[in-house]
């Protein structure tokens, strides 16, 4: 299981090619590993998963029911945009224009990697949405973490 970590500044050139960081690819277990699939993701940025990754988040997507249409929805929204990548003979990713478009990116990008994923941010966005630390952070800590013990997490709207 991979847990990635960092934030990276970086660019977006002219040819929506963004340069892969060298700390984040040694991260990357193998040459396998250069191979991600990019999405929408939550919040208005794109999601990059190493394959590996992809695979395990969609084996948990296609087991929900795609008879519920709450869930139908969510699947087909989830794999809208959906696109493989790989780098290239220079450590870049192309970055569909769509997708580009869809999180406002532009230039000026964030890598944020956690766990086993690398969100793709526009920096403006993501200052205002993770520049700060929220008021309130040590209660949503203790919400989430406080008692690790409890099989179902409590409502956290």
């Known amino acids: 299981m991979l847990s990635l970590i960092g934030e990276y500044g970086c660019k977006m050139d002219s040819k929506s090619r963004l340069m892969f960081p060298a700390g984040l690819k040694k991260q ?10 990019i999405n929408r993701g939550f919040e208005q940025c794109l999601v990059i ?3 590996e990754s992809w695979e395990a988040t969609i084996a948990e997507i296609n087991k929900l029911n795609i008879y519920v249409k709450k869930y139908r929805e969510f699947v087909r929204y989830f794999y809208r945009g959906a696109t493989e990548v790989l780098l290239d003979g220079t450590n870049r990713l192309l970055i569909p224009k769509t ?15 956690f766990s086993d994923r690398i969100e793709l941010w ?13 008021e309130g952070y040590s209660d949503l800590a203790e919400l989430a973490m406080g008692n690790r013990d409890q099989k179902k997490t409590d409502d956290v709207s």
């Open 122 to 134: 526009d920096k403006e966005k993501y200052e205002t949405w993770l520049g700060d630390e929220p």
């Open 99 to 113: 997708l580009l478009k869809y999180a406002g990116i532009e230039k000026d990008v964030v890598l944020f990697a």
């Open 28 to 37: 990357l277990p193998s040459a396998r590993d250069y191979k991600f699939v």
């Open 49 to 51: 998963y190493p394959y």
